[in-house]
T-cell receptor, first 114, second 113 residues
Framework: AQSVTQPDIHITVSEGASLELRCNYS??????LFWYVQSPGQGLQLLLK??????LVQGIKGFEAEFKRSQSSFNLRKPSVHWSDAAEYFC????????????FGAGTILRVKS | EAGVTQFPSHSVIEKGQTVTLRCDPI?????LYWYRRVMGKEIKFLLH????????ESGMPNNRFLAERTGGTYSTLKVQPAELEDSGVYFC???????????FGPGTRLTVT
């Protein structure tokens, strides 16, 4: 069965500090991976995606993620967090073999303290 | 280019009533997906349309849920009769044929009291 694990439900970081959100997946096919962000009252916004090629991908708002096949991980990072980054972050996995339907992690709520 | 739109943004109904949610995908996107997030849980797949056909409805929770996609354009998701556990946020997403990225709508928050 396909599954995505985001082990941290809540994370609090100070503004200007670095951030890493963890994502591990279990999947029976060659996956492609996404990170989405949802701010309060907003929809899901795509931060970045990995399909193939370079395993370090750059996204919007200064975020990046690294795909590590050996660890089945796709962790999201940002070197310096801004107060506006406070939101909920979702890791998602899909595959062409499964009709591209996405399997989501439970989400990580990021709080930024000044 | 207009994004995916959903209507209504919020619906409050009583248990036993009927509610219909609507999704308008990005023009030209053959693939349309419905997802749901109930309180405290992860976002879960409900079903997938390719044009007007249901490609995969393995995530539909029960027969109180009926999804349609008229003419391969907009889609509706009807819940009849609604139960308390149906409360949550319903997301719609669309994808161009040959593409992989799904574009999400803002969601409809459904509250069943």
């Amino acid at each position: 069965a396909q599954s995505v694990t985001q082990p941290d439900i809540h994370i609090t970081v100070s503004e200007g500090a670095s951030l890493e959100l963890r994502c591990n997946y279990s999947y029976g096919a060659t996956p492609y991976l996404f990170w989405y962000v949802q701010s309060p009252g907003q929809g899901l916004q795509l931060l970045l995606k990995y399909f193939s090629g370079d395993t370090l991908v750059q996204g919007i708002k200064g975020f990046e993620a690294e795909f590590k096949r050996s660890q089945s991980s796709f962790n999201l990072r940002k070197p310096s967090v801004h107060w506006s980054d406070a939101a909920e972050y979702f890791c998602a996995v899909g595959a062409v073999e499964y009709g591209n339907k996405l399997v989501f992690g439970a989400g990580t709520i990021l709080r930024v303290k000044s | 280019e207009a994004g995916v739109t959903q209507f209504p943004s919020h619906s409050v109904i009583e248990k036993g009533q009927t509610v219909t949610l609507r999704c308008d995908p990005i023009s030209g996107h053959d693939n349309l997906y419905w997802y749901r997030r109930v309180m405290g849980k992860e976002i879960k797949f409900l079903l997938h349309f390719v044009k007007e056909s249901k490609q995969d409805e393995s995530g539909m929770p029960n027969n109180r849920f009926l999804a349609e996609r008229t003419g391969g354009t907009y889609s509706t998701l009807k819940v009849q009769p609604a139960e308390l556990e149906d409360s949550g946020v319903y997301f719609c997403a669309s994808r161009a044929g040959g593409g992989i990225r799904q574009y999400f709508g803002p969601g409809t928050r459904l509250t069943v009291t």
